[in-house]
């Protein structure tokens, strides 16, 4: 082993001096979350970096829904978790179907959709929040847990339309002739080639669809409005109605809700890097 | 559904689905589903939307809002500053992360997370930290200095600077991930050579990172300035428009309205936004579609 020279030493020093303040900017707010969810009341309010007396008390009183914020969390931990799921099948279902038939079938007006998909991506989102909660009071679904997955199916369809079109025009055409050649009908192209080939592009759209549902707050809180059909946002922004509100279980609960979506994130992560940052964009 | 229909009308010539392949039959049944939504969902109420803010009036009274144009330069403050200083430090922080050592993988492993967990629960934990009698930011300062630090969120200048940081805090890493790929990219043998022949740090950004980046970084930059347009959370759930309503976002300012039953007055603050919105659209639409 040879000794770092003094340049090595230097290049190493300004490195640290770049990554400790990132670091630090990273984890302070996550690290104050996990911070109150393990402290006392007292002690969270006192500003202490560790509490003097650390205590999984917070968590008892979540999951046993001993306050009046949390009489309904496993209800809306549910309602959040069947929410996120209907949002990752629907938006897979539409998605593929539509990206198999622009990219595959080349049906007449395809480009066309896709453009017009490609448009519903970019307008921001919170600008149709607006017309879309009035289109779901028209169509009579308020409060109803439809008027969510449809909304989020809508903003995650047309990302994921553009993402696995973009994956299935890589898929070599030869297999689709060879398949109609053995006498494949459309469908069972469909099933027996397309799906397994598209799996990990398919996987990725999955975890983008279930992660943007379960994260979203501003529809969720303007579509649903009954403590017992809202999802766990919603009801760690209803803490705020309060004066005196209890901070230390809010975050408690906003850590669990995090947990979630950070796990299925690592987990995918491989898929996740591979085919969303390459479809967000191509430069 | 159109092949159905196509026997009972009096088309002249051959019935529809004889003229299409089953193939192309196959390819408009699987579209039809996305059709369906994209209609409902969005054609309508795009078309209802501004239907009701079709009324001139509508435009008088926002141009008459204070709070309305009070949110429209908070926006353009949003837009020009918060974004061009989050792409340049995540330009920065691509060129940190592509170096080769361990540590740093595992720095960028963690770098990761504020874009892994929801906003909700990291936003409001921020805002309890820049609470003035309890939060930890305030505790710090008396610590250090003996006085009592700042009432953060009760002046719209400070408080909307940090819901900008809310903001760089949860984009950043994204962003930061696609210049890496970006740079990444870049063929190694040009460093080398630059190595070579002496180039400073600086001549190696400017005559060989930069010109391959460039495109990617303005791409990223426009895209990131359409989405941040949309970013209701980092603004609402920080000062809630507040002090004032003098914080508001145009995305807020929408919701704003539709809590004080203003409707048509919501998607009018929305239609005014849109020769903005547009043209970047347009741009990205033109750029991806190449």
């Not at chain 2, 353009?76 to 361990?102: C, D, E, P």
Request: hydrophobic residues 55%; aromatic residues 14%.
């Amino acid at each position: 082993m040879k000794l770092p020279s003094l340049r090595d030493v230097a290049t190493e020093a300004r490195l640290l001096l770049i990554g400790i303040p990132v670091f630090l900017w990273t984890m302070i707010p996550i690290y104050h979350m996990f911070l109150f969810a393990i402290s006392p009341k007292e002690d969270a309010f006192s500003g202490k970096l560790w509490p003097d007396h650390p205590t999984l008390h917070n968590f008892e009183i979540v999951f046993k829904q001993q306050h009046y914020f949390l009489r309904d969390f496993y209800v809306q931990f549910w309602n959040s978790t069947l929410i996120a799921a209907s949002v990752g099948v629907l938006t897979l279902f539409i998605a593929t179907a539509a990206a198999f038939s622009i990219s595959r079938l080349k049906v007449p007006g395809g480009r066309m959709v896709l453009n017009l998909a490609l448009f519903t991506y970019f307008i921001p989102a919170a600008f149709l929040a607006v017309p879309m909660y009035r289109t779901m009071g028209n169509y009579g679904l308020l409060n109803n847990h439809w008027s969510l997955i449809l909304a989020m199916v809508t903003i995650a369809s047309p990302y994921a339309i553009w993402v696995l079109k973009q994956a299935s025009d890589k898929l070599p055409v030869e297999l689709d002739e060879a398949a109609v050649m053995d006498g494949a009908t459309t469908l069972q192209i469909f099933r027996l080639v397309y799906l397994p080939l598209m799996m990990p592009s398919l996987v990725a759209i999955g975890t983008y669809a279930v992660l943007l549902a379960w994260n979203e707050y501003l529809y969720a809180f303007l579509l649903l409005s009954n403590d017992r059909e809202i999802t766990l946002p919603v009801a760690l922004g209803n803490f705020l109605a309060a004066d005196d509100s209890p901070w230390e279980l809010l975050m408690t609960t906003g850590f669990i809700y995090a947990l979630p979506p950070a796990a299925v994130y690592y987990a995918f992560r491989r898929y996740m890097v591979g085919g969303l940052t390459a479809g967000a964009v191509k430069s | 559904m159109a092949i159905t229909l196509s026997g009972d009308q009096a088309i002249p010539g051959p019935p529809l689905s004889s003229r299409l392949s089953p193939a192309q039959v196959w390819g408009i049944i699987l579209l039809a589903p996305y059709l369906l939504v994209f209609l409902a969902f969005v054609v309508y109420p795009v078309g209802y939307g501004l239907w009701l803010a079709r009324a001139p009036e509508n435009y008088v009274a926002l141009y008459n809002d204070p709070i309305f144009a009070r949110a429209a330069v908070n926006t353009l403050i949003f837009l020009v500053i918060g974004i061009n200083i989050k792409m340049l430090i995540a330009l920065f922080l691509s060129g940190f992360f592509a170096q080769q050592r361990t540590w740093i993988k595992w720095l960028s492993v963690i770098f990761i997370l504020p874009w892994a967990v929801p906003s909700i629960p990291t936003i409001l934990s921020v805002r309890f930290m820049l609470n003035p009698e309890w939060g930890m930011i305030n505790h710090f300062i008396f610590s250090l200095t003996g006085d009592d630090g700042p009432n953060w969120l009760n002046d719209p200048t400070v408080a909307l600077s940090m819901a900008i940081a809310v903001h760089i805090w949860k984009s950043l890493p994204f962003w930061t991930l696609i210049l890496i790929t970006g740079r990444l990219a870049i063929s190694h043998d040009l460093f080398e050579a630059a190595e070579v022949d002496g180039a400073s740090w600086w001549q190696k950004f400017r005559y060989i990172t930069w010109p391959s980046m460039q495109t990617l970084y303005v791409t990223c930059t426009l895209l990131s300035m359409i989405w941040t347009l949309g970013d209701f959370n980092s603004v609402y759930l920080l000062t809630g428009g507040g002090p004032a309503d003098l914080t508001h976002v145009l995305s807020t300012l929408g919701i704003r309205y539709l809590r004080l039953d203003q409707l048509s007055l919501a998607m009018a603050s929305i239609v005014c936004a849109m020769p903005f919105v547009l043209p970047l659209v347009y741009f990205m639409m033109k750029r991806l579609s190449r």
